[in-house]
């Protein structure tokens, strides 16, 4: 068949191209070599993706007749030299399926780009669908596979801290690939089977006997399974007995909530025990749309007999559907996606059965005691693998992971594709596993979970290549198209491209539709959703909001770790608006949920957190301890974005307990790591943070160097807080550089920030910056309100650590306004504030404010002896800035004592010093001494 003519010849598959015309094979625009008959065989395969190519068919188009003779080496070598050049395998293949004795079938998707001038979109040419009976509703993966989809079919916020009616195509999007052409097959829920018998030591069948009925049913792939993790999730919001006819309406609740046409479900009795048990199986098919009872049916057997018993329901249920009998080659792969035995069976199905309600820690013991007693059962693999990625032992779950894909050459395509995607996802090989889900997608259009996989892994590569898959699926028939979770997709889409509102818009949607389904679990996603989108559009108390209901949701949909999840959100919100001490209560209570549910990544990042509301607390020792076991969890769990930040905030603990170079080292490591990462948000919050440690070691030109490289990178992100946190620091480094005026620019276009985020606690430490610019203009009029609102605030939030700043800066402020006695008590308080705290940095501006008092109390011998103290212990700690204030301090009073040698002699030292690092400010005025004493 040759390539329409409405088409290029050049044709995209992977990382590869192929241009026909000029019998050129690219990989990633570098060309590779291959001869014509290996390159002639491609073409045919290409032509004709999912379907399948003969052997007789290439033999006749390929090979003249006077060399068929030579035709079967000449075929295996062709195809061996053709796998080469694409790096496929025979045994896993990626690119080339072999149909043993029958031929070849190209299993990639294939796309044919549009010319540059017309900037359509590529075409993609999905692969040939068997087609059904003409009922028109998605499906999910095939249920034998639903442990892979357990924890990752729906991006949702889970230990961070950190939806509406269908879209219309915005500009600048992809036209849907998929529509009314798409060939849907009937959908399929199998809900569970009724222990009759009562005893618990048999209820691990009623998981058992769905999978294995979910595997007999989408042999042949002729129907589309519901997950059961769907169903899990929907028996959560509205209980059925699977023993009971199901009635009309609560077929069409789940019609709804399952986008499935049919449901099975029945009953088992045992009787009997051990090799003399007999089981009776009794199962129903109902059609939810009729709202029917389509066939019931009734078999025995031993345990033993268990595949073969439930096969037989199987084959009745599939004949009333009128869908083919399976093939032996069909059966063979069934067969191997179950354990080999009963005990096996029996581990799997109870792990199985503990993902579903999310206690992924007894999931890991059962999938374990499975693979014991069967090794090669690569499904029991990719349970534990699912298990450990739950409990956040990313390196374990890669090992699992891989496992499965190598245990995986028996299952069906389908099997061994889904596999290795989410291998591909777990080792966060996101080029690859787009590839992968692409295909699955363009093989099975009709089933949104594999677009909506397709779009998760494309945003972690290039998140507005998703956009055309989340159009597609907004054209799939009405009811997918209403589906909550492409929704909730869109919503992760347009966070990753910083689109906050439309992230908020789509989330809002989801809601409203889960809403509609009954679903507490998708409106609990879709309000985590929201509680992120609204806090970064700066709404913090609707974020609060979001989040608990997203807290109560979980709860009462059974998940305890989306619900602690929900609670360490809250805290990290309620730690910005400045609420301390109801944050540290939230933080607490997360963790220990955290801990007791055995989710370790989710405990580090709970700790790091805690952490620095500890450190602004003044806690420092406490917060390092917090820290310090965070980044042992996070080296264990191999997380190298958790051990940068963990890094980044611990070296803030080293600054304030004053171990500068230490703390420069590590801010150092710490911006490698976000660096390799191209975490752009983590790089520039270190940057930010390094640029105060060199600041503190006496460097404010680098100091300011960094900040400018922070604040282009949060720029280009468009992150508004981060903005401002930086401009607060630019301001406090330009007011050291005797850069005045563009110190009051930088302060006050991060004061307007704060007022727009209604961020109290923050707005509250830049108008002491504020302050302290006005007083180095002249003007402690107004210095004064900012510092006394400042302090009350701090007050108020019981936050004694910048309550101490705000009070010596307020003492600065009185001081000069000849308010001594006011000064005197803001210098007290100060003191008194500090002492509260472990933070070196804070008790340097306290005793700086005590001492500059005794000098307004005639004290001066006193005062000089204090100043010198504090050089003293300046200097030892490396404090540079400190030290400087503090000669600067002690020239002052020696020349409005009259004793202008001394004046005179520190303050040439204090200019030259202060010069070479850079402290203009400090120069400036040590100048104006010395000229005054000369």
């Known amino acids: 068949m040759p390539v329409p003519a409405t088409r290029d010849s050049i044709v995209r598959f992977g990382i590869f191209e192929a241009d026909f015309e ?321 005990i096996a069976e029996r581990f799997y199905a109870d792990g199985v059965a503990k993902l579903h309600v999310y206690d992924a820690s007894a999931a890991r013991t059962l999938f374990q005691k499975a693979i014991a007693a069967d090794p090669q059962h690569a499904l029991s693999h990719a349970g534990l693998a699912e298990a450990w990625r739950a409990l956040g032992y990313d390196a374990n779950a890669t090992n699992e992971a891989k496992s499965a894909v190598d245990l995986s050459a028996n299952l069906s395509r389908e099997d061994r594709l889904s596999i290795e995607g989410r291998y591909r996802e777990i080792t966060h090989d996101y080029p690859h596993a787009v590839e992968i889900f692409k295909t699955l997608n363009n093989f099975f259009p009709d089933n949104l979970d594999y677009a909506l996989q397709l779009a998760r892994a494309q945003v972690k590569v290039a998140p507005k290549d998703a956009l055309p898959t989340i159009a597609a699926m907004r054209a799939l028939p009405a009811i997918e198209a209403h589906d909550p979770r492409i929704d909730l997709a869109e919503s992760v889409v347009a966070e990753n491209l910083s689109d906050f509102k439309r992230s908020e818009q789509a989330a809002e949607s989801a809601e409203a539709k889960a809403d509609t389904m009954g679903s507490r679990q998708l409106k609990a996603d879709a309000k985590a959703r929201e509680a992120w989108a609204w806090n970064r559009l700066g709404e913090t108390d609707k974020s609060i909001a979001a989040y608990n209901a997203a807290f109560e949701l979980n709860k009462a949909a059974g998940n305890p770790r989306e619900a602690a999840s929900a609670l360490h959100g809250i805290a990290h919100l309620q730690y910005s608006k400045g609420d301390l001490v109801a944050s540290r209560q939230s933080y607490e209570t ?103 440690v060199l600041l503190a070691k006496g460097d404010p030109a680098a100091a300011k160097e960094k900040l400018d490289q922070s604040l282009a990178i949060k720029q280009k992100i468009g992150f508004k807080s981060g903005i401002a946190f930086t401009q607060f620091t630019q301001a406090i480094v330009l007011l050291a550089q005797d850069h005045i005026p563009e110190a009051r620019s930088n302060a006050e276009q991060a004061q307007a920030t704060r007022i727009e985020l209604k961020d109290e606690n923050q707005l509250a430490n830049v108008r002491v910056v504020l302050a302290m610019i006005s007083l180095e203009e002249g003007r402690p009029t107004d210095a004064e309100p900012l510092a006394a609102g400042a302090a009350d605030v701090f007050k108020k939030q019981q936050d004694a650590t910048d309550g101490a700043i705000a009070n010596a800066v307020l003492t600065r402020a009185l001081f000069a306004q000849g308010k001594v006695h006011e000064a005197q008590l803001a210098a007290d308080r100060a003191v008194a504030l ?101």
């Not at 999910?140 to 924890?151: G, Q």
């Not at 007999?305 to 329901?313: C, I, K, T």
């Not at 307004?856 to 540079?880: C, H, N, P, W």
């Open 22 to 342: 000029q019998r050129v094979l690219n990989k990633s625009g570098q060309r590779v070599r291959l001869q014509d008959q290996p390159f002639q065989i491609l073409r045919l395969l290409v032509e004709r993706p999912g379907e399948l190519v003969t052997r007789d068919e290439i033999r006749q188009q390929l090979w003249t007749p006077d060399t068929y003779v030579e035709f079967d080496d000449g075929l295996n070598t062709a195809i061996k030299k053709l796998r080469t050049a694409l790096n496929d395998s025979a045994d896993n293949p990626r690119f080339i399926e072999t149909v043993p004795r029958r031929g070849y079938r190209f299993i990639a998707p294939v796309s044919y780009p549009a010319p540059p001038e017309t900037g359509e979109v590529p075409v993609v040419q999905p692969a040939a669908t068997p087609q059904g009976p003409p009922r028109v509703r998605p499906a999910a993966p095939s249920p034998r596979t639903l442990v892979l989809a357990v924890f990752f079919l729906i991006a949702v916020v889970a230990g961070g801290i950190f939806y509406r009616a269908r879209h219309e195509a915005r500009a600048g999007e992809a036209k849907p690939s998929l529509g009314a052409s798409v060939r849907m097959r009937p959908s399929i829920a199998v809900l569970g089977f009724q222990n009759s018998t009562g005893r618990p030591d048999q209820a691990w069948l009623s998981t058992a006997l769905s999978q294995m009925l979910s595997t007999e049913l989408a042999e042949g792939e002729q129907l589309r399974m519901v997950s059961s993790e769907q169903i899990a999730r929907a028996g959560r919001d509205n209980a059925w007995q699977p023993g009971e006819t199901l009635a009309k309406d609560s077929l069409a609740r789940l019609r709804l909530s399952l986008n499935t046409d049919y449901v099975t479900l029945g009953s088992y009795t045992v009787v009997g025990s051990g090799d003399q048990a007999v089981i009776r199986l009794d199962v129903r098919l109902q059609d939810a749309i009729a709202g029917e009872t389509v066939a019931e049916t009734s078999v025995s057997g031993n345990e033993a007999q268990l595949f073969d018993l439930v096969s037989q329901a199987g084959t009745q249920m599939r004949q009333r559907l009128g869908i083919d009998r399976a093939t032996v080659e069909h059966d063979a792969q069934a067969k191997a996606t179950l354990p080999k035995n009963v």
């Open 590 to 692: 997360a963790l220990a949920d955290f801990r007791k549910i055995g989710s370790l990544w989710d405990v580090a990042s709970c700790e790091h957190n805690l952490s620095v509301l500890l450190t602004d607390e003044g806690q420092l020792q406490l917060a390092k301890t917090h820290l310090e076991e965070a980044l042992r969890i996070q080296r264990e769990l191999n997380d190298e974005r958790g051990v940068s930040s963990d890094l980044d905030d611990l070296s803030n603990v080293l600054l304030d307990l004053g171990q500068l170079d230490a703390a420069v080292k590590m801010k150092q490591e710490a911006l490698q790591g976000f660096e390799h990462l191209s975490n752009p948000t983590g790089e520039a919050i270190t940057l930010s943070n390094l640029a105060v």
């Open 834 to 934: 500090s002492r509260q705290s472990e933070d070196l940095t804070v008790r340097f501006q306290a005793r700086l404010a005590a001492a500059e008092a005794q000098i307004m109390t005639a004290k001066s011998a006193e005062a000089l002896k204090s100043f010198e103290s504090i050089r003293q212990d300046a200097r030892r700690y490396g404090y540079v800035p400190y030290e400087l204030e503090a000669r600067l301090h002690q020239a002052e009073i020696q020349f409005h004592a009259g004793n202008k040698p001394a004046a005179h002699a520190i303050s040439i030292e204090l200019e030259k010093d202060a010069s070479t690092h850079g402290f203009a400010l400090i120069a400036r005025k040590a100048t104006d001494i010395a000229s005054h004493t000369s």
